[in-house]
Structure formats: structure tokens, C-alpha cells
């Protein structure tokens, strides 16, 4: 249920005003709270050993739907160095956006993507012998002058020495070798991990980590176990002469899998989500004071009386049974709302606990949802709420859709707008993925 009192004891932001639709330029917006974020990252920290160096932001797929452009932003302004997105396009896209950390790119490193790789100082991660001779090549052969992004380009006319210059170009394209201990989809297997860690030891390589990635560390400890057994087995040797390792997830922070190694990658948690859409997960996730970082706002674009006996929506499932209040929102399944919550969703008011159900369908750009009373059209109601256990949570619309809380932010399309805030403030306004504003 959602309080007026945050977990950490500050009073919860008043109701979204008109500001925020004007700044947002829509008559709905995702707002993200980027305090919760920070405040999320220091529970999953304290999760671990303090001998965990630094935190893999893991912020592909947009941050999960958050905005990976400003949530990286925000997370580098508070320290953070790492960050972990799925394709190269990710990455270069955060690159163009200032980002100076180091941004590992989480998918099978392939052949074509080594240009935007190289141009773009990203790290891959690699599993094949093939890929690694290749961009060896191309790393070889990254014209280390010239004005590649980041902030160590390497400037020729200052390094003379072609040795201290090979050196310099191998420590700025960095790598890390991913090891399937039992997942079988991603990572080289486990007899084919040597040769890679040779070929990168003789090549001089810059091996930044090696890592794996557990299939069910939240329910699954004895298979969760054998993996990071497999993993310790192969790297243990590599750790005395340095070598980094990392295998923790949010589901592995939380159950202490890898929790003692060099970095963790949280991503779900992060967000301040649980890893599936129980409510026993949602409980003990909440337990911990990890807080759902976004909402979903929205006022009504038209509000009509209707009488009884009226159709409403798309194939006509929905008719009055009396006169009833009906509020169209301008956002649909193109903006992220499931067609399969039609009929099915809530929408919600933040006074008196109000919940207005979508009645008829969920229509490409519109919702309509019926309404308790009249209401004012600036009213702001909650399409999506940052609590775990109202009927539009995440993770209660998860449920209800019969998927896990990441697809449903992963599903919040691009066109939405997302406020940032931070300390009360709106401190960003994104338009689009390729349009920003400050
Ligand atoms: C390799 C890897 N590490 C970490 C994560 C973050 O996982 P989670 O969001 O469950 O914390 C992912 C996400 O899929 C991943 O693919």
C-alpha cells in the first residue's frame, strides 16, 4: 500500500503538478525517481563484502525501460564507473551522451560489431577464440591518434615510443571473457576457457574481468551453487595475478550468491523491482527498503458522461450498466500498456485509495477507463504506481499478464516521456530516446 512516509524517512513528493505536463509536453509522463535509484544501489551494496570494488549498472534494454541515458548520467555524477548495456548501439548511444565509464556490452561479441566497438572504447564480452583474434586485429590496427570517444584518447604525436603506444591502445580497449557454468547461452564452455585466457595473456590483451551469469539464484540455491563452483574453480588460479571476477545479479545479491567477489551487476533490483511477480518475492524485496524507482502519471484527455447501454472501445467488450463517468487517456499498447491488461487494469488516485478500472480495450495510442465520480480533467491519476502491492504495481501487473516486472518496463516505449527527479526537483525531461532536454 502505498505511504506518505518513504523508507528512508523522507516525505514522499506531492502530487505531480501542471509543470511536469508542460516540461513533458504529454498528457502523460513516467516519472523517475532517481533518489530511490541511489538509495536502492546502497541497500544491494550492503548486500556485499566491502571488498566488492564497484557496481556493473546494468542499464540495457533503456535502463529497463527508466531511460539509460539519464540514468547513467546520474549514476556516474554519484561515482559510479561501470555500466552494462546488450548491444554496441546501446553503448555508443551512451557514449555520444558523455558517458566517460567503463560500458561492457552484455551480448555474444560478434564480427560486425567490432567497429562500433572500437570506435566507441566499449567492452565486449567474449567467448569465442574467433571474435578475440579479430578485434585483436582491429584494436591493433584503431588509429589510436585520432579522436575516438572517451576521455584517455591517445594522442600520437605525444607517444613516440610504438611499444609504450601498444601498450596504451591494449589498456584502452579492455575485454571480458564470459563462461557459461551451466546456463548454456551465452559464454564459452568451461573446457574452452583456457585457450581464450592464453591467447589474451600471450596477445597482451587487457582482460577487465571474467564473469558468468546464473539461470535461478533466487529459487534455485543447489544448481546456483554448482555454478559458482564451476566459475571459482577456473578463475581462482587467475585472481592472484589480479584478474576480476563477477557473477551477482539482483536475485544472486540478494540470496548471497558472488556477493564477495569484485563487482556485482544489478539490474532488476536496482530499479528497486523483484526478480518475478509473487508476492513473496515483492515482500521481501520491500523488506530490504528497496523502493520502485518509477511511476506512471496521467490525466485524462476527454471525460464523458454516458448513459447506460453504451459500447466502449474496439470490438464493443464493454458496455454501461448505468451512466457512468468515462475517461479517455491519450496512451495505449504502443506507450507500454499491455492489450491484455484491457478489461483487466486499474488506474489509480492517490487520495482516499481510489482504483478506476480500464473498461473495453486497450487501444494503440488510448485507454478508457471508467471513473468513481466526475473529476476535474487535470486530476492525475497513477497508471503504473511505485509501490509493490497495489493492483497497478509492476509487479501485481506482471502478475496479472503472467510475466516477471521486467518486461513490464522493458515494454515502456520510447515515445513516453520520462521526468527525472531528484530531491523534489525535476532535474530532466527526456522526449524520446534520441531527444533530451535539461
Ligand atoms: C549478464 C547479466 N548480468 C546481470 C544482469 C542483471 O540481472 P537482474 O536484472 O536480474 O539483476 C543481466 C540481466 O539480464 C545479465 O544479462
Redesign the pocket.
Same mark, same amino acid.
Given at each position: 500500500m502505498r505511504s506518505t512516509m518513504s523508507h528512508n524517512g523522507e516525505m514522499k513528493a506531492p502530487p505531480p503538478g501542471a509543470e511536469m505536463y508542460t516540461r513533458a509536453g504529454r498528457s502523460t509522463y513516467l516519472r523517475i525517481n532517481l533518489d530511490f535509484l541511489y538509495n536502492n544501489i546502497s541497500i544491494l551494496k550492503q548486500q556485499c563484502s566491502p571488498h566488492t570494488a564497484d557496481v !556493473?549498472a546494468?542499464v @540495457?534494454a533503456n535502463a529497463?525501460g527508466h531511460g539509460s541515458v539519464e540514468i547513467s548520467r546520474y549514476l556516474e555524477s554519484r561515482g559510479v564507473g561501470h555500466f552494462?548495456v546488450?548491444t554496441p548501439e546501446e553503448g555508443a548511444q551512451l557514449r555520444q551522451a558523455g558517458i566517460k565509464g567503463h560500458i561492457q556490452i552484455?551480448g555474444n561479441a560478434v564480427e560486425e560489431d567490432i567497429p562500433t566497438l572500437v570506435n566507441n572504447r566499449l567492452t565486449p564480452?567474449v567467448a569465442e577464440l574467433n571474435f578475440l583474434q579479430e578485434w585483436s586485429r582491429a584494436i591493433t590496427a584503431d588509429p589510436v591518434s585520432s579522436n575516438n570517444a572517451g576521455n584517455d584518447t591517445i594522442s600520437s604525436n605525444k607517444v613516440t615510443d610504438s611499444h609504450a603506444l601498444q601498450a596504451r591502445v591494449r589498456k584502452r580497449h579492455q575485454l571480458v571473457l @564470459?563462461i557459461d557454468t551451466g546456463m548454456s547461452r551465452?559464454g564459452c564452455q568451461t573446457q574452452d576457457f583456457p585457450s581464450l585466457i592464453q591467447f589474451c595473456q600471450t596477445q597482451g590483451l587487457t582482460v577487465h574481468s571474467v564473469?558468468t551469469?546464473f539461470s535461478q539464484?533466487w529459487d534455485n540455491p543447489h544448481f546456483t551453487k554448482q555454478q559458482l563452483n564451476t566459475f571459482t574453480t577456473l578463475v581462482e588460479p587467475l585472481r592472484t595475478s589480479g584478474v576480476k571476477v563477477h557473477v551477482?545479479?539482483?536475485?544472486? !545479491?540478494i540470496r548471497g550468491f558472488g556477493t564477495q567477489l569484485d563487482f556485482i551487476?544489478?539490474? !532488476?533490483?536496482?530499479?528497486g523491482l523483484p526478480?518475478d511477480a509473487s508476492t513473496e518475492t515483492a515482500e521481501l524485496v520491500e523488506s530490504l527498503g528497496l523502493r520502485p524507482v518509477l511511476s506512471w502519471c496521467a490525466r485524462p484527455t476527454l471525460i464523458k458522461q454516458l448513459p447506460q447501454g453504451r459500447v466502449v472501445g474496439y470490438d464493443n467488450t464493454y458496455m454501461t450498466r448505468g451512466t457512468e463517468t468515462i475517461a479517455t487517456f491519450s496512451l495505449g499498447y504502443a506507450d507500454g500498456y499491455n492489450r491484455l491488461m484491457s478489461d483487466r487494469g486499474v488506474v489509480s488516485l492517490d487520495e482516499d485509495d481510489v482504483r478506476c478500472p480500464v473498461v473495453g480495450r486497450v487501444s494503440m495510442d488510448a485507454i478508457t477507463v471508467r471513473l468513481d465520480q466526475p473529476r476535474p480533467s487535470p486530476t492525475t491519476f497513477n497508471i503504473i504506481t511505485d509501490d509493490f502491492t497495489s493492483p497497478n504495481s509492476v509487479t501485481k501487473m506482471a502478475a496479472i499478464l503472467g510475466t516477471i516486472p521486467?518486461e513490464v518496463t522493458t515494454s515502456l516505449a520510447a515515445r513516453l516521456p520520462r521526468v527525472f527527479m531528484s530531491g523534489g526537483h525535476i532535474v530532466a525531461v527526456t522526449k524520446s530516446l534520441m531527444t533530451d532536454e535539461r
Open positions: !556493473i546494468v @540495457k529497463y552494462a546488450a552484455l564480452t @564470459k551465452n564473469m551469469h539464484a551477482a545479479n539482483s536475485a544472486a !545479491i551487476r544489478p539490474g !532488476i533490483c536496482m530499479y526478480p521486467y
